[in-house]
């Protein structure tokens, strides 16, 4: 979705700020559901998740600005157990917003089907090239960098990365993305991996092809 503005013209204490992450009110945490795709209402629970990198200075008694886009990773956030009942533990990363890329495509592959429910593929994303592309599995191997879905949109599967930074990248199709659990170490069916280089700034197209 679009993004959405969570701070502006925040009183900060003096000092170098190196990392943030999500949490949320625990008063209310109480009372969080999740709606599954059959519009029933699942419970929730919520832990505190990693803090993502970040890097800004704020000097005492004067104005800075710093623009810093947050991305949270649901499909490697959220899990579920046999009784359907969930779990979220906030997988986020940070970017100057002014140093954002993206990564955009369009998949082509047997396994799609317009029924993108249960089998529902997904695009990952890793650091540097050449990387034997693996599940979200709490560090078992190679975690992934960023993940997206792979949506029908007209009539084209098609994928968006977004908020990624400049580098050197491997990026892969898992047919089997909706098997994804981020407690868990899956035999995802990793196909169409590619290295990729990305620029500041830049959004790359690359489609993805079996």
Not at 33 to 46: A, H, P, W, Y
Not at 76 to 84: C, F, G, K, R
């Amino acid at each position: 979705g679009d993004p959405i503005r969570l701070l502006t013209d925040e009183d900060l204490p003096e000092g170098n700020y190196t990392g943030v992450r999500l949490r949320f009110d625990p008063d209310d945490t109480d009372n969080a559901f999740v709606i599954d795709g059959i519009g029933s209402e699942r419970t929730l629970s919520i832990e505190d998740g990693e803090y993502a990198d970040i890097d800004f200075n704020v000097a005492e008694d004067e104005s800075s600005s710093e623009s810093l886009t947050l991305t949270l990773d649901l499909r490697l956030s959220l899990s579920a157990n046999e009784q359907d009942e969930y779990h979220l533990a906030p997988v986020l990363r940070s970017i100057p917003t002014d140093q954002a890329g993206a990564i955009q495509g369009i998949v082509t592959a047997a396994c799609l089907s317009e029924d993108l429910g249960e089998n529902a593929p997904a695009v990952y994303l890793f650091e540097g090239q050449d990387v034997t592309a693996d599940d979200f599995d709490d560090g078992q191997d190679v975690e992934p960098f960023a993940t997206a879905p792979v949506l029908l949109t007209t009539d084209q599967f098609t994928y968006e990365l977004r908020f990624i930074p400049e580098g050197s990248y491997t990026i892969a199709l898992a047919c089997n993305g909706a098997e994804e659990d981020p407690t868990t170490d899956e035999d995802l069916d990793f196909q169409a991996t590619q290295n990729i280089e990305l620029d500041e700034g830049e959004t790359l197209q690359q489609d993805l092809t079996i």
